[in-house]
């Protein structure tokens, strides 16, 4: 069976500093991954999504970037974090027999002070 | 669009009673639909999906129905259960499609 894990769970990091959220998925390959924020109390805001490794869309201008660079694996960084990149990163997958459903990683929650 | 600043809207039942979650969805071409539960610090988890060639579907105390004239989609929970309460999440797609739209979601209380 397919599993999704990310990390870290939790963290609090200064403004200013660097960021690195890991994901990785277990049991396919060639999955469309994705990254969403969803600050307190909100709905699901599509960040990044990729359909192959090197190849990643972005969907909202912001202070935040991801990579691929293995088939199952997905990164989210920023250079320098703002206030407002404090909220719940989610990451996703489909594909494979899973077809469109999206499966969502436990998620990690940032906050920035 | 997806309604990412929205406060969501909240709906609060009697537990035992049954509940129904109501989603407008955006896209005359989207033939996929699924909803996802979502409790407090964890990810969205899948419920039910239904095809655009379906009106209903049923799972184990869950029932989604498809209107596609209207573009409307619904959530039945039956005998509503204190762990039921949570974000409930109605969300589209089309068929090869990379991305999922997602609706603002919908708060479920469940009064014990």
């Known amino acids: 069976s397919q599993t999704i894990h990310q990390w870290p769970a939790t963290l609090v990091q200064p403004v200013g500093s660097p960021l690195s959220l890991e994901c990785t998925v277990e049991g396919t390959s060639n999955p469309n991954l994705y990254w969403y924020r969803q600050a307190a109390g909100r709905g699901l805001q599509l960040l990044f999504y990729?359909?192959?490794?090197?190849?990643i869309s972005s969907e909202v201008p912001q202070n935040l970037s991801a990579s691929r660079p293995q088939d199952r694996q997905f990164i989210l960084s920023s250079k320098k974090l703002l206030l407002s990149d404090s909220g719940f990163y989610l990451c996703?997958?489909?594909?494979?027999?899973?077809?469109?459903?999206?499966?969502f990683g436990e998620g990690s929650w940032l906050t920035v002070v | 669009g997806e309604s990412v600043g929205l406060h969501l809207p909240t709906l609060s039942v009697q537990e035992g009673d049954n509940s129904i979650i109501n989603c407008a969805y955006s896209?005359?071409?989207?033939?996929?639909f699924i909803w996802y539960k979502q409790e407090s610090g964890k990810g969205p988890q899948f419920i039910i999906d239904i095809r655009s060639n379906m009106d209903k579907r049923q799972g184990q105390r869950v029932t989604v129905l498809l209107n596609k004239t209207v573009k409307h989609l619904s959530l039945q929970i039956a005998a509503t259960q204190p762990g039921d309460s949570a974000v409930y999440f109605c969300?589209?797609?089309?068929?090869?499609?990379?991305?999922?739209?997602f609706g603002a979601g919908t708060r479920l209380f469940v009064k014990a």
């Open positions: 896209n005359s071409a989207s033939d996929y």
């Open positions: 996703a997958w489909s594909g494979g027999h899973s077809g469109n459903t999206i499966y």
């Open positions: 990729s359909i192959g490794i090197d190849q």
């Open positions: 969300a589209e797609n089309m068929t090869g499609g990379f991305k999922t739209i």
